[in-house]
């Protein structure tokens, strides 16, 4: 029994919530109200781009400094590459402006596949947290779309000072729920950041890839003993 799952770890983007509309609707919608009109899908694109390009956040101790928002403007930046952006546009009010309304509870959706997970989960007397590489907006967001209440503790990579894959973000968690590395198990939809991280760690792991797949299907597979 020393090797049964006792916690079930949830990645939070991709896995448990997405956006309402693509990331380059809401960088162009939040533009216009400063008088720059932009094309959605070419932002969307240079997003995509952007978010493979940005190099990983150096480990630090404790939480970061500004919650990792000098990261988020250079993935801003970076998505506006090609749009013609003008030398006086106001970009620090603007990048504000799009920070906090990704904090919106309302922008964002919950899988109906991770509710369906999560009632599973708890049937079966398992213990459930959040690892994501993200920030405290998490919190805001999680307790919004009332997830908040499925999970014990919520491990944010801002908060800890680190991401995955890098193994103390899952040290951590593990000293918060005290558990051994053969106990846990991660869900998630990055082979790199959850995939990688969480063999590193000696997790158990389930990687999903929609929409092919979902979680329900990788839970299917799993033997929870």
Known sequence: MANRIRVVFFDAGGTLIRTAAPVGHYYALVASHYGLHADEEALQKEFKRAWQEMKPRDPVQGARVMDDQAWWKGLVRRSWRGQGMPDDFPFEDYFQE?????????LWRIYPDALLALEKLHGMGLRCGVLSNWDRRLRGILEGLDLSRHFEHLVI????????????????????????????????DDDLFDGEGGRRAGWRLGLLQRP??????????????
Do not use: C
Request: proline content about 5%; overall charge negative.
């Open 98 to 106: 799009v920070y906090a309304m990704f904090a919106r509870p309302e």
């Open 212 to 225: 092919e797949t979902d979680l329900m299907d990788v839970l299917d597979k799993i033997d929870m003993l």
């Open 157 to 188: 990579s801002s908060e800890v000072g680190v991401e995955k894959p890098h193994p103390l973000i899952f040290q951590r968690a593990q000293e918060l729920f005290g558990i051994r590395a053969s106990e846990a198990l991660l869900l998630g």
